[in-house]
Nanobody, 126 residues
Framework: QVQLVESGGGLVQPGGSLRLSCAASGSIFSINAMGWYRQAPGKERELAATITSGGSSNYADSAKGRFTISRDNAKNTVYLQMNSLKPEDTAVYYC????????????????????WGQGTQVTVSS
């Protein structure tokens, strides 16, 4: 069973910072891209930032200059450092990872697919 577990959300004042973490666990052969999406009330889910296994990152225009995505491949963990937070950053943040699970019974790779975390609430308000 492969899963993603997020942590680090909460309430912060405008201009403040938060750091989100997302750890992948289970029987994993490899992890390709990882990243964060967010969904504000009444809006569609949108990309915040992604990072490849080699460390190349991509950001939504709204996140550039304020958010930094990073990953620790040894820990199968991706982070999102969010600075200068604004009320419009308020959303549920979802971690995702493009992972290839490992079948420990058949001893072979399974099909790669995107996995999602349960979401963590970030609220920016005074």
């Amino acid at each position: 069973q492969v899963q993603l577990v997020e942590s680090g959300g909460g309430l912060v004042q405008p201009g403040g910072s938060l750091r989100l973490s997302c750890a992948a666990s289970g029987s994993i052969f490899s992890i390709n891209a990882m990243g964060w999406y967010r969904q504000a009330p009444g809006k569609e889910r949108e990309l915040a930032a992604t990072i490849t296994s080699g460390g190349s990152s991509n950001y939504a225009d709204s996140a550039k200059g304020r958010f930094t995505i990073s990953r620790d491949n040894a820990k199968n963990t991706v982070y999102l450092q969010m600075n200068s937070l604004k009320p419009e950053d308020t959303a549920v943040y979802y971690c995702y990872a493009d992972m290839t699970p490992w079948d420990t019974t058949a001893w072979r790779r399974l099909r790669s697919m995107n996995y999602w975390g349960q979401g963590t609430q970030v609220t920016v308000s005074s």
